[in-house]
């Protein structure tokens, strides 16, 4: 059997079905920067980035030689004794988040992230409730999909982890309302990523700061998307000048080439650790090699001012996008994005699937918002040129007039 099949029988049917959809049933071979290649040989731009993963795109130098050089020394710590990646890499956090966030827990992923965010929270108020956004995206494991409001993920395996209130984002009006005298915490993404690339409204995370801090709950930023200079600045958070209480992150802060979550806090939330130091822990969580790649990506990406590239280009994408907007506007309902996190929103889901598709035929990668089909979301890495986005954007106006073609005839 080929790798479809062997994928399709033993790994996940339904992804493999959607992937030949989507005309995508192609065995990956190999990739760097900006670009992927298929077994046989053709090229593909990514324009998806693992969901926001590959800031400094595939296989950036730094990084892969950083994970070389700590995989010759020692791959995986061995837990009873000190890792210096892993407390290096602390310290660092300590010196690049917002405000005075200086302790971590690491684990491997963002969902993790986030669970050890909503224990800490829960620990540290002694109260159960934690206020979630529509349309948010915190992850799957339990925990964190309870604070995911999405039925199609929820209610397969209810009943979730209590105490959880949802609230339409965007609202700090709606936020104040939520809270009560069991609140712990309020969560939320600076820019909701599945939800479709959602910009709040200007003030909104200094209005939510305003409440956590008149209500005595904690304020969590979700930065697993956000992060990392995908916005335009490091975070997302730096936009407004507004530091959480507890902030999360994983994705991009791996560099493109280890897994790595990371749980960042003020320090006095970290004191349960004092009292029982394993009451949270990973046997993988902040591993050497995930530490190393992890210092490299982030001295990359202050290096080279990736946060100020992204802005940069992230502008000339949403110019080149509001173009096609007006000349596929049965098409179009709103191009939307802040750096290069960016959304292109279809008047219906079907249309976004249809040109996903026609978009892989011309070899750019794309996906849609996981809690909003109707978004096809553009996150190329962070050292796109403009000429890249110029061949993305021409591949888009082709595979929309395909669209409008096949739909025409349909019809």
Do not use: C
């Not at 820019?191 to 305003?210: A, S, T």
């Not at 958070?237 to 902030?247: F, S, Y």
């Not at 210092?295 to 001012?305: G, K």
């Amino acid at each position: 059997m080929d790798a479809y099949e062997l994928f399709e029988r033993h790994v996940n049917p339904g992804l493999a079905g959607l992937l030949r959809f989507t005309g995508l049933d192609v065995v990956e071979d190999h990739a760097e920067g900006v670009y992927v290649w298929d077994r046989d040989g053709k090229r593909y731009l990514d324009f998806l980035g693992l969901y926001g993963t590959l800031n400094l795109g595939h296989r950036h130098p730094k990084v892969v030689e950083a994970v070389k050089r700590q995989l010759d020394r020692m791959p995986m710590s061995v837990r009873v004794m000190i890792s210096e990646p892993t407390a290096r890499l602390a310290a660092r956090l300590a010196e690049i988040t917002p405000g005075e966030l200086s302790m971590t827990f690491f684990g491997n992923s963002g969902t993790e992230a986030v669970e050890a965010a909503f224990k800490l929270a829960r620990i540290h108020t002694g109260k159960p409730e934690i206020i979630t956004t529509e349309k948010g995206f915190h992850g799957k494991t339990l925990g964190s999909l309870s604070l995911t409001p999405k039925p199609e993920y929820q209610d397969p395996v209810r009943p979730l982890v209590p105490g959880v209130k949802v609230v339409p984002y965007g609202s700090a009006e709606a936020v104040a309302a939520a809270v009560g005298p069991q609140t712990a915490a309020i969560i939320v993404e600076p820019v909701q990523g599945e939800g479709g690339i959602n910009i709040p409204p200007g003030g909104y995370l200094r209005d939510l700061r305003r409440i956590a801090d008149d209500s005595g709950v904690l304020l969590i930023f979700d930065e697993v998307q956000t992060g990392m200079g995908r916005t335009g600045r490091l975070w997302a958070a730096d936009w407004e000048g507004v530091a959480p209480d507890l902030m999360t992150s994983a994705k991009a802060l791996g560099g493109g080439v280890m897994p790595i979550g990371a749980t960042v806090g003020r320090e006095e939330l970290f004191e349960p650790f004092k009292e029982n130091p394993l009451i949270h822990s990973s046997t993988f969580g902040g591993n050497p090699l995930a530490a190393a790649a992890a210092l490299a990506a982030i001295e990359v990406t202050i290096e080279e001012d990736l946060p100020a590239r992204a802005e940069e280009m992230g502008r000339y994408l949403l110019a080149s996008l509001a173009g096609l907007k007006d000349d596929y506007h049965d098409f179009i309902a709103e191009v939307r994005g802040k750096g290069l996190m960016v959304g292109v929103e279809f008047t219906d889901a079907d249309i976004g699937a249809i040109v996903i598709s026609e978009l892989a035929a011309r070899g750019v990668l794309t996906a849609f918002g996981l809690n909003n089909p109707k978004v096809v979301r553009l996150e190329p890495p962070l050292i796109v040129e403009r000429e890249q986005i110029d061949e993305a954007v021409n591949a888009l106006d082709e595979s929309l007039r395909a669209a409008g073609e096949m739909l025409a005839g349909v019809l």
